[in-house]
């Protein structure tokens, strides 16, 4: 991972994805490309060229105060940040600046309020994590005290993950040298090995992570999830993209107060093909 792309409206949501991201640039020597998008109320050619200026001046100041505060988490180092004060729609400018600035993930700050329905299935997460090729963690408004990054939970059904998205698993595993559980939940009771477990074993085989298969039993993944991420301390749920639908259910029978809970774990979604 060497370039990070941090989108940021410079709210308190925004924000709370900062400290990952501190934590991840120093883990990774890593670039932070923190991004800010910005759009004068209405285009019209009477606009004179000073609002834009105005904006864009508005927007990089903001952008310097930004990237001070995420300096802020790192005292031993200084951190490789770039700004980019941006017009333009939102999903094509992280289009754009994924293809040229080579990013490898996206990290941003969500709301929670109303759980991860509103991460997963609303406004602009819902377009990037659904339109950009490349792997999204979202942090939640109240995200859990990470004292130590020592696990990840990656939530499956068994869906293919392809191979960038396992190296990607790999990749935060061995850099913040976390377990990883490999988790399937369902309303029944496990009956046999899946063969795509077999295909999972023989990827980490020869890594040093600690890799474990675990099968829980709910009715209501959501609460399944949640529960066994705080029971087992993890800092991190992983899943494909294409788990969306699966989650999405899972969420739609859920009540609000359960939805709150889940969103306490920061999510990276996994692009599958």
């Known amino acids: 991972m060497k370039n990070i792309l ?5 709210s308190e949501y925004a924000e709370k994805a900062y400290k990952y991201a501190a934590a991840i640039a120093l883990a990774s020597d890593a670039t932070i490309h923190l991004l800010h998008d910005f759009d004068l109320e209405y285009i019209h050619p009477a606009i004179p060229v000073e609002s ?7 927007a990089k100041k903001k952008l310097e105060e930004a990237k001070d505060r995420i300096q802020h988490y790192v005292t031993t180092k200084e951190l490789k940040i770039v ?4 017009m333009g729609d939102l999903l094509e400018t992280i289009q754009a600046l994924i293809s040229r600035e080579n990013i490898d993930f996206i990290l941003m700050g969500t709301k929670g309020a109303t759980g991860l329905k509103s991460v997963i299935f609303g ?14 963690m979202v942090i939640p408004k109240n995200p859990v005290e990470a004292y130590n990054y020592n696990h990840i939970v990656l939530a499956t059904d068994y869906t293919p993950l392809g191979e960038n998205n396992l190296n990607t698993l790999r990749w935060f595993a061995e850099t913040f040298d976390s377990r990883l559980t490999i988790l399937h939940i369902s309303p029944y009771e496990k009956e046999e090995k899946h063969p795509y477990q077999k295909e999972l ?7 040093n992570i600690d890799v474990t298969f675990d099968h829980e039993v709910y009715a209501d993944i959501t609460i399944g999830l949640n529960e066994y991420a705080t029971n087992n ?18 969420i739609e029978g859920s009540n609000v107060e359960n939805m709150i809970l889940f969103t306490n ?9």
């Open 201 to 207: 074993e023989e990827f980490f085989k020869n890594t």
């Open 265 to 273: 774990f920061p999510i990276l979604t996994l692009p599958l093909d």
């Open 83 to 86: 700004t980019h004060a941006l």
């Open 123 to 136: 406004s602009n997460a819902e377009k990037i994590i659904n339109n950009t090729s490349v792997p999204c």
């Open 233 to 250: 301390e993890a800092w991190l749920i992983a899943m494909g993209e294409r788990n969306k639908s699966w989650f999405k259910k899972a």
């Open 6 to 10: 941090l989108p940021t409206d410079f």
């Open 52 to 58: 834009y200026d105005m904006k864009k001046d508005d």
